[in-house]
């Protein structure tokens, strides 16, 4: 056909301008590619992020509201535990009782994060219409600080929290919630029958570092739990520890001195689909006004480190950047391809002297440039995917912050006035970094190529059109 | 034919306007052969771009054959030009990176004609001008004679009525000349064209059925002078 040899013999002839060009789109669609894998990367990281603090199948979260902080000299609520630490050493107080706590391990299981919700709440949300399924969990903090024997004394170490989360798992509903997120690795999970026992499942890196394994022993607030699974889940800003049956955590667990018995301060909830979450979320609003109502969307914010600044830089520079580099590539190409339509001024002369209309020119000129764009694309494409390789391989951990509080109420009484805070513990995980190329990616380059060959063959089509025939014979060769 | 009648052409050289033709009235018969000569920028060149319908006149009108070349469309224009009117340019003008049949076949595209249509012609064209070894070479592996040639059987493979050849012989050498001369000369009695030539060459002028003089934008033709 002869618009093919034309256009292949043209090209072949200014091989190295083609090159050039299309090296230029290559680089500005390779990093358009690369920066949306980086981004796609970072969502997902996010994502396994929310998925671990909320499960894999729930669309709204609630939480019971924060606890209000306690004042300096509001003494601790009843039943609730303070420490008091002065130059006399360190105190213990249980409902205005103390003595001293020195070599003492106080462990506590509770939640500093969340007002309880009574469980019959749960049945309501369960009820609302575009609701299919609710279940209730404690996310709970075991903590426990071991005050040292000689604590107070000059040179004597401080105190310091351990704390691991505990989350009570409705195991009726085992779909929903965080452990639904995770995969067994060794043992099982929790059954419905283990609603009462003392059985829980274990993180695989908790129980890497904790060095147990499936029949260990697990001990919640001093209780046996016996290990009957490990589970790996996504790298979460603060992924539950251990997993316990919600009527055991009810059961162990304290918010503000009193039983945490039919008690839950989280609800799971599954909408019937995507399109119902806003109207879910306001239902349950209603229902709950003095609970927090979330959605995965609304997550992402509570999510700080590394992981948070990256997406930043992915979705914020690395766009403008990506758009830069495209317009820089796709104004070098149209440079170059009119000046190459300059070049041939006294061959399109010719053409239009045998009769050849303007169009049929144009089309010519539009064909060669679409060609270069669509190497470019693939090159753009293939460059994608290393520099997507690259980030994977090299690009540094990320880091998701969560605080987390302990559940613990410390007041100082020494030097000055009395000040009291509740201690939280950050926990943070490593997040790998990954870059995926996605199918809408290399169909975005591939438009994104078709349009720069487009766009450079139109200025110079631009050229043709208005050609003179009788001046464009009259250029010197 | 050919009518021209007060045909001026004129340019803008910055704030000065060029006469190129000056009230040009002339016609050339059907089958003519008409040389045209003159110094360089005295319009020569000009008259075959107006003749060709590359150019528009400023004033005055140009018909071939009843038509108006100066009223019709640019499509309309363009059309006549690929079914009626072949050139030759002193630099030949083929296309570099096509080889000389498909520079050939160029003149046949804007025809539709069809692959198999367009071999035969372009074999047919090739043959008539002593190319037919040559089909496969491009214009760089070519003499200057042999791509002269080439521009020719580009412009006969239409079969067109009128050939407009602007200083041919201008880049040859004084044999390769007179082979193309002569070539055209054998081209133009066999096919019964309206050749208008632009030549410095005396000798190849006097060829011609007339000749015609260009100075300064006028033409006064042997034995008529132009008003």
């Known amino acids: 056909m002869f618009f093919i040899t034309y256009l292949r013999r043209e090209l072949r002839r200014r091989m190295r301008q083609a090159i050039f060009i299309a090296l230029g789109l290559a680089l500005g669609i390779g990093l358009v590619v690369t920066v949306t894998a980086a981004s796609a990367g970072v969502k997902k990281a996010q994502s396994d992020v929310l998925k671990s603090l909320y499960g894999v199948g729930t669309d709204v979260t609630v939480t019971g509201a924060a606890p209000k902080p306690p004042t300096p000299g509001s003494g601790p609520p009843k039943g609730g535990q303070t420490f008091q630490i002065s130059p006399a050493g360190a105190q213990v107080c249980n409902d205005g009782k103390c003595h001293s706590a020195a070599g003492q391990t106080i462990d506590h299981l509770g939640s500093a994060s969340y007002n309880p919700i009574s469980q019959s709440e749960v049945a309501a949300v369960s009820r609302l219409k575009g609701v299919r399924a609710a279940a209730g969990g404690l996310a709970l903090s075991d903590t426990s600080i071991t005050i040292p024997k000689k604590f107070g004394q000059p040179g004597a170490p401080l105190p310091t929290p351990n704390s691991f989360n505990v989350q009570g798992v409705d195991t009726s509903h085992l779909s929903l919630g965080p452990l639904s997120a995770g995969t067994i690795t060794s043992g099982r999970s929790l059954t419905s029958s283990d609603a009462h026992a003392d059985v829980a499942v274990v993180d695989s890196g908790y129980a890497k570092s904790s060095k147990l394994k499936v029949g260990s022993t697990v001990k919640v607030v001093g209780h046996s739990f016996k290990v009957v699974g490990i589970v790996a889940q996504p790298q979460a800003g603060s992924p539950p520890q251990v997993f316990i049956p919600l009527a055991r955590a009810q059961a162990l667990g304290k918010a503000a001195g009193k039983s945490l018995k039919n008690e839950v301060n989280t609800i799971y909830v599954k909408a019937s689909s995507a399109a119902d979450i806003p109207a879910v979320q306001n239902e349950i609003k209603k229902l709950l006004p003095s609970g927090t109502v979330t959605t995965a969307s609304s997550l992402a914010s509570q999510v700080t480190g590394s992981l948070s600044s990256t997406a930043k830089l992915a979705n914020d520079l690395g766009r403008w950047l990506s758009i830069l580099a495209l317009i820089a590539a796709f104004a070098v190409a149209s440079l170059l391809t009119m000046a190459a339509v300059t070049r041939r001024v006294r061959e399109f002369g010719t053409l239009k002297a045998l009769g050849w209309r303007s169009r049929r020119i144009i089309a010519q000129v539009m064909g060669e440039s679409l060609v270069i764009g669509i190497v470019g694309g693939v090159a753009g494409v293939a460059l994608g995917f290393a520099g997507a390789a690259i980030i994977t391989a090299v690009a540094p951990q990320l880091s998701a912050t969560v605080a987390s509080a302990t559940g613990q109420q410390v007041v100082s009484a020494g030097g000055g006035a009395a000040r009291g805070f509740s201690p939280t513990v950050p926990h943070t995980v490593a997040v790998p970094m990954s870059a995926t190329v996605t199918a809408a990616a290399v169909v975005a380059a591939v438009v994104l190529a078709v349009i720069g060959g487009l766009l450079a063959g139109s200025f110079a089509s631009w050229r043709i059109a208005r050609l003179r025939p009788a001046d464009a014979l009259a250029r010197v060769a | ?227």
């Open chain 2, 1 to 227: 034919m050919y009518r021209l009648t007060d045909v001026t052409k004129l340019y803008a050289k910055g704030r000065q306007t060029v006469p190129a033709v000056r009230d040009l009235t002339l016609v050339i018969e059907d089958g003519e052969w008409l040389a045209v000569q003159g110094r360089t920028g005295h319009g020569k060149s000009t008259l075959l771009n107006l003749l060709g319908g590359l150019d528009r006149p400023t004033s005055g009108t140009i018909e071939l054959d009843g038509r108006n070349l100066s009223r019709l469309r640019e499509d309309q224009v363009t059309r006549l030009r690929a079914e009626s009117i072949g050139f030759i340019f002193q630099t030949f003008n083929l296309v570099p990176t096509l080889s000389a049949a498909e520079n050939v076949e160029a003149a046949l595209i804007p025809l539709r004609a069809g692959a198999a249509e367009r071999r035969r012609r372009v074999d047919v064209a090739l043959d008539s001008v002593g190319l037919g070894d040559r089909a496969r070479h491009l214009p760089g592996e070519m003499s200057g004679g042999q791509q002269q040639r080439a521009a020719i059987a580009r412009a006969l493979v239409k079969e067109p009525k009128v050939l407009l050849a602007d200083e041919p012989t201008g880049n040859l050498d004084e044999d390769t000349r007179d082979e193309i001369i002569n070539l055209l000369e054998k081209l133009w009695r066999e096919r019964g064209l309206t050749l208008v030539l632009v030549t410095h060459d005396t000798a190849i002028a006097r060829r011609a059925q007339r000749v015609g003089v260009m100075s300064k934008g006028l033409l006064s033709v042997h034995g008529v002078a132009a008003t």
